[in-house]
């Protein structure tokens, strides 16, 4: 079982809507990112978190906004959204540094549908 | 950051031994080698990781060419629930936030 908890793990939302996606951990790990995956392709990395503040953003569209409101939690607020961004969003987490491990611990993902 | 290339797709038997490779010629000396696993419908999961050393776990092996330049991951004995995507990932020690950029990664497909 992941330890990693996405809510929700469907949404269908229409192009005028204003939605979350939400993520959690009990880890205590202090690094979290949001991945997006489009159909047969590999994840792709979307934001990054290190101690609740942003660390990285690859240059994703306004429309995304991220929250990490405190350390085990991760939101993906959602607004004004197109068709071509429907996908699988995961969220993972790990331990701050990675000169000790590598490990990603990644959710189930929330299947979106813009339509 | 540097690359890796990975066969589109392999097949294997049920029970037996697969060897996965990864061809990471432009890798710098602080990279490590990671490979992830997607099962369908689920999240990537971790599979195994390494710098320079051979690396075994309970999942896996992971073997790694002198030159740093390819490895391979083993599965001693595949079962139907290896049957997913993995990905062979680089990440350099210094990564802010340990991200990983995921290739194109190998469909294993496993047959009874």
């Known amino acids: 079982d992941t330890e990693v908890t996405q809510t929700p793990k469907h949404l269908v939302m229409g192009m005028t809507n204003k939605k979350s996606l939400k993520c959690e951990q009990h880890?205590?790990?202090?690094?979290m990112y949001w991945y997006k995956q489009k159909a047969k392709k590999p994840p792709e990395l979307m934001f990054v978190?290190?101690?609740?503040?942003?660390?990285i953003n690859e240059s994703v569209p306004s429309r995304f906004s991220p929250e990490c409101p405190n350390s085990s939690l991760l939101n993906l607020h959602l607004h004004a959204l197109q068709p071509e961004d429907s996908a699988l969003y995961l969220c993972a987490s790990s331990q701050r540094g990675i000169r000790k491990t590598g490990e990603l611990f990644f959710g189930e993902g929330s299947r979106l549908t813009v339509l | 950051d540097a690359k890796t290339t990975q066969p589109n797709s392999m097949e294997s038997n049920e029970e037996e031994p697969v060897h996965l490779p990864c061809n990471h010629s432009t890798i710098s000396g602080t990279d490590y080698i990671h490979w992830y696993r997607q099962l369908p419908s689920q999240g990537p999961e971790y599979v195994i990781h390494g710098l320079t050393s051979n690396v075994n776990n309970r999942m896996a092996s992971l073997a790694i060419a002198e030159d740093r330049k390819s490895s391979t991951l083993i599965l001693h004995r595949a079962t139907l629930r290896d049957a997913a995507v993995y990905y062979c990932i680089l990440s350099p020690y210094n990564n802010a936030g340990n991200m990983l950029t995921f290739g194109g990664g190998t469909r294993l497909m496993v047959k009874p």
């Open positions: 880890m205590g790990h202090r690094a």
């Open positions: 978190y290190s101690y609740e503040k942003l660390s």
